[in-house]
């Protein structure tokens, strides 16, 4: 199994609705990215958080840190056909692994108009 | 302009070739990253560099070199191209602190036929 597991792989939702995507850590975090990706093009940052309970937002995206259950959810308000694409998080680690991301393999986002 | 750029953005090559893969980075970074994507499999970190003298195995380095020819600039080589090796490369670059954020190229699409 992967370091880094997200939930779900693929997700598709009608405009307006509201979705969430996970991403679990199986060691320790010392920090977690999130990036979104469009379809074969580069990854755009969205936002990184390191404490326990830390909560960003990025205009209708918004994510969590849970330090203890070492998870972070990414939430999406009211989505719109400009979230479509896929969502990767990224485990920053101590120790050895010391500035390398670890990423998710990816959720895949589409959104219907 | 954008601040990481990779040449070329579409390669198609045979088998037992060698191809060079470059990036380019005007964010006066020091550390640069080179990275794989496959369906399904997220990134996969195949060789970093934390300043221009420092080159260090990723997770999936079998098959590539690579070169820092200076700050700005960090090549990929494929000594002897081979199918699997087909992905969607990346660049990317980040400051030297503890939790800096990576910045990426737009990516090199590689078939290997």
């Known amino acids: 199994s992967q370091e880094l597991e997200q939930s779900p792989q693929s997700l598709i939702v009608q405009e307006g609705k509201n979705l969430t995507i996970n991403c679990t850590s199986s060691?320790?975090?010392?920090?977690l990215y999130w990036y979104k990706q469009k379809y074969g093009e580069g990854l755009i940052f969205l936002m990184m958080l390191q404490k326990g309970g830390e909560e960003k937002s990025h205009e209708k995206i918004t994510a969590k840190l849970d330090e203890k259950k070492q998870q972070s959810s990414l939430h999406i308000t009211a989505s719109q056909p400009s979230h479509a694409g896929i969502y990767l998080c990224?485990?920053?680690?101590?120790?050895?692994?010391?500035?390398?991301?670890?990423f998710g393999q990816g959720t895949i986002l589409t959104v219907h108009p | 302009d954008a601040d990481v750029t990779q040449t070329p953005r579409n390669r198609i090559t045979k088998t037992g070739k060698r191809i060079m893969l470059e990036c380019s980075q005007t964010k006066g970074h020091d550390r640069m990253y080179w990275y794989r994507q496959d369906p399904g499999l997220g990134l996969r970190l195949i060789y970093y560099?934390?300043?221009?003298?420092?080159?260090n195995k990723g997770e999936i380095s079998d098959g590539y070199s690579v070169s820092r020819q200076a700050q700005a600039k960090f090549s990929l080589s494929l000594e002897s191209a081979i199918p699997n090796q087909t992905a969607l490369y990346f660049c990317?670059?980040?400051?030297?602190?503890?939790?800096?954020?990576?910045?990426f190229g737009p990516g090199t699409r590689l078939l290997v036929l």
């Open positions: 560099s934390f300043d221009v003298k420092d080159i």
């Open positions: 990317a670059t980040s400051g030297s602190g503890g939790l800096e954020t990576q910045y």
């Open positions: 060691k320790t975090l010392y920090g």
């Open positions: 990224g485990a920053l680690r101590g120790g050895t692994s010391y500035g390398k991301l670890t």
